[in-house]
């Protein structure tokens, strides 16, 4: 006995055509091959879209969409490539209806990282988004990441040294001659570190579109950018020798969010595989109960928006 499929055989009740219909929130294991290292299995989030352009038609085949991927998870890996063939077979498998297909997918990406001085290594994950469009038979690849780092505010930078000197300008007001081991001892001593400045765990958002010059997903590329613009990223392992040389670099590094959205936009207009770019800096400030914040774009023609 045939099975009814009302998706085939009803009219919709009240006809127009529909942006997106699909799935989102679709848990399952992906093989992520980036820049130039083995694929990597991630546990990822998808959803998957097409457009609905017959205005008469109940629905789309949402169980074409989820096979597709699924056989993605199953049987091949996640690569510019393979994203390609699956909006591709998006469309292939509702051309009666759809003329747009859309794919998000969502995972952490697992790096084993170098501490600063030490050289032990330790695991760190970082939160990866790509997106891929057919739009009218023209591909559209996005790509965004998640990087931690810490951020030390100038201002506070200011006024600590402010602190220190009038606490050195009372403890030897009287004498006029100061030996340097005197001078030594004290800033090595709590009296001589009175006031330290107020740094904060931040996050660089950055999503970037994808040039034609692209042939897979520089993932760690776009992270190694971020960190080596940045110069203060969030360590995994540490030892006593790392922990110092992070203060020395959050020391040398002040900034605030203006100062490492500038930072970025400029390292990122620099990069041939990337047509667009939008990135926001937060940081999650200890002296505030609020966060700081800065965005920008390339500012193309059509592109991002703040």
């Excluded at 998957?48 to 109940?58: E, H, I, S, T």
């Excluded at 591709?88 to 009666?96: A, K, L, M, P, Q």
């Excluded at 990122?268 to 200890?286: A, I, K, P, T």
Aim: with cysteine; charged share 25%.
């Amino acid at each position: 006995m045939a099975m009814p499929d009302i998706a085939n055989s009803a009219q919709a009740q009240t006809e127009g055509t529909l942006d997106r219909v699909g799935m989102s929130n679709i848990e399952l294991p992906l093989m992520v091959q980036t820049d130039d290292c083995p694929a990597q299995q991630v546990s990822a989030k998808a959803e998957v879209f097409v457009n609905l352009g017959d205005p008469q038609a109940k629905g789309i085949h949402m169980s074409r969409l989820y096979l597709q991927l699924d056989q993605l998870s199953t049987e091949s890996e996640l690569t510019l490539g393979t994203l390609t063939t699956l909006l591709s077979g998006f469309i292939e498998s509702h051309h009666d209806l759809s003329s747009e297909a859309y794919v998000k997918v969502a995972f952490d990406y697992n790096l084993r990282r170098k501490s600063l001085i030490s050289e032990k290594r330790g695991w760190k994950a970082y939160p990866v988004v790509i997106v891929g469009r057919l739009i009218d038979g023209e591909f559209d690849f996005e790509l965004k990441v998640d990087v931690p780092y810490s951020s030390t505010c100038p201002c506070s930078a200011a006024l600590a040294r402010q602190l220190i000197q009038d606490a050195f300008s009372k403890q030897y007001e009287e004498q006029a001659n100061i030996a340097k081991e005197d001078i030594l001892t004290w800033l090595g001593s709590t009296q001589g570190i009175v006031a330290t400045p107020h740094s904060q765990r931040s996050v660089a958002e950055v999503k970037v579109k994808l040039s034609n010059e692209a042939d897979n997903f520089p993932i760690i590329a776009l992270i190694d950018l971020i960190e080596a613009t940045l110069k203060t990223p969030v360590q995994a392992a540490v030892k006593r020798e790392d922990e110092q040389e992070f203060a020395r670099l959050n020391g040398q590094n002040l900034m605030f969010c203006e100062d490492s959205a500038r930072q970025l936009k400029f390292a990122l207009n620099q990069q041939e595989l990337f047509d667009d770019f939008w990135l926001r800096v937060n940081h999650y400030e200890s002296l505030h109960a609020h966060d700081a914040v800065s965005v920008t774009t390339k500012g193309i023609k059509d592109g991002y928006q703040a």
